[in-house]
């Protein structure tokens, strides 16, 4: 609508998104604080690496959940309230996984942490989604990707020099309490602030309107676009949902002409699912494990993560700028493309290393170099593509009638795979090594080419009342 984006309060709605946009900063921060983290926890806790695998997975087990239920949650007691649940789990978490005296109790609050982290993966797009105008939709919600990343890059700078002060992640540091869990507890900054802001932001207007509340929806847009859109766009939000106004369901995602799930929610499972099946998480997750093991020392590794961190912020910059001038799907095209290139020159990087007597690999002569990178330009493709557009699409692509249950259903698919993916990788690790873990991540970056070309549709300047389910 040309004078819904006219009459735009632009800097209202870039203040509330960026408010929004906090959660997928502790998102990034949640994900990223455990990769310093794992020295520490195998001698805290004695773990072997399935132990260790699944002290680090546990948190996805709670993001699959948290994703799940706030996606549904969300339609009956509003996005703005389920983020403050949220925000309160951040905190509970991150004071818990630092202090925890054992496996168990690690796992319980990580899972706690991680149902924030699922929330927040699905509320941010769509809150922004829902209150942003469509013709700068796109660059809006991918500030949420940007977010990721910084709590990510935060996370390694954290670690980074809480290690080096310390002399390593292991190592006893203020008040007797050892490095890596002080990692854990610098969350407790912005997940405090979080919680605070989010009483200053207003309910989506959808939401609203789905609630039959239809003057506060009015009295939100007037604040977003301007009194002469308002009531207007009540009326499109209003049309747009079903016709006998029964609240969003589950059931919604069955076309009753076909009795068949609707495609436009495999396409949501498949964007969720391949965004992980490319191995990104590998890297977030076990990047000074993984840097280690080629032979550069705790603290090169550490600071090569905030080099990366560093690479994928200027990678969704990037995405931000073109994300709604030349579309969603050419830029997973080109991701995919990218991402197949560089994992398979890593593989052959990986294959050439040799190993020592003790097991640790090392890359000699430029395959260090090779290596190094190669995973970067990996990041830096996935952060320009898939990291933010797979967010974009999910938070606008739904009708407004099944936007929770589509999330829903998405967000967990996305979580699950996440989980699969890093629970695996030690494993691999120690069966088929680097290259062969790679080589599979290869194969998936490969196969996504086709599904997005096949599968997905523009959403380019469409409207949300405009999505066709």
């Not at 910084?150 to 002399?167: E, H, K, M, P, Y």
């Not at 990692?183 to 207003?202: C, S």
């Not at 050419?330 to 890593?346: C, E, F, K, N, Y």
Request: hydrophobic fraction near 55%; charged fraction near 15%; glycine fraction near 12%.
């Amino acid at each position: 609508m040309q004078e819904q984006q006219s009459g735009a309060n632009t800097p209202y709605i870039i203040l509330i998104s960026i408010v929004a946009t906090i959660g997928g900063f502790l998102f990034g921060y949640d994900s990223g604080v455990i990769n310093g983290t794992v020295d520490g926890l195998q001698i805290a806790f004695d773990s072997d690496s399935i132990g260790t695998g699944f002290n680090v997975a546990s948190m996805l087990l709670g993001c699959a959940a948290g994703a799940f239920f706030a996606g549904r949650l969300a339609d009956g007691y509003g996005r703005r309230n389920i983020m403050r649940v949220a925000a309160v789990f951040f905190i509970i978490s991150a004071w818990g996984s630092g202090v925890a005296g054992s496996s168990l109790e690690f796992v319980i609050y990580r899972v706690l942490g991680g149902l924030a982290v699922g929330a927040a993966s699905v509320l941010a797009p769509a809150y922004i989604s829902e209150v942003a105008p469509a013709r700068y939709r796109g660059a809006l919600t991918t500030v949420q990707q940007v977010a990721i990343i910084c709590g990510i890059n935060a996370a390694f700078v954290s670690n980074f020099f809480l290690a080096r002060s310390a002399g390593s992640s292991t190592t006893e540091f203020w008040m007797g309490f050892e490095a890596w869990r002080w990692m854990f507890w610098m969350e407790l900054i912005p997940a405090g602030l979080f919680l605070v802001l989010l009483f200053a932001i207003p309910e989506s207007p959808r939401f609203l309107v789905i609630k039959r509340r239809r003057e506060e929806a009015a009295a939100v847009l007037r604040r977003l676009f301007g009194a002469v859109v308002a009531q207007q766009k009540v009326d499109e939000i209003d049309a747009s949902l079903a016709s006998d106004h029964h609240k969003p369901k589950l059931a919604d995602l069955v076309d009753k002409s076909t009795g068949r799930i609707r495609k436009l929610v495999w396409l949501g499972i498949g964007l969720a699912t391949f965004q992980q099946l490319v191995g990104i998480n590998v890297v977030f997750y076990y990047g000074a494990v993984l840097w280690q093991s080629v032979g550069f020392t705790e603290s090169d590794a550490l600071l090569i993560n905030v080099i990366s961190g560093s690479i994928s912020i200027g990678a969704v910059a990037i995405a931000l700028v073109l994300i709604d001038r030349i579309g969603r799907k050419p830029i997973l095209v080109i991701g995919s493309v990218g991402m197949t290139i560089t994992l398979a020159v890593l593989v052959v990087a990986f294959l050439n290393a040799t190993r020592a007597a003790d097991g640790s690999l090392s890359l000699e002569g430029n395959w260090g170099a090779v290596a190094l990178v190669a995973a970067n330009a990996y990041v830096a493709f996935f952060n320009f593509s898939w990291g933010p557009v797979m967010w974009v699409m999910l938070g606008e692509m739904f009708p407004n009638q099944i936007r929770g249950a589509g999330l829903a259903v998405s967000g967990f698919a996305q979580w699950m795979a996440n989980f699969g993916i890093t629970m695996t990788f030690p494993i691999m690790l120690t069966s088929i090594g680097l290259g062969g873990a790679y080589g599979f991540y290869t194969l998936c970056a490969f196969i996504s080419i086709f599904f997005v070309v096949r599968m997905a549709h523009e959403t380019r300047g469409v409207e949300l009342e405009d999505m066709q389910g």
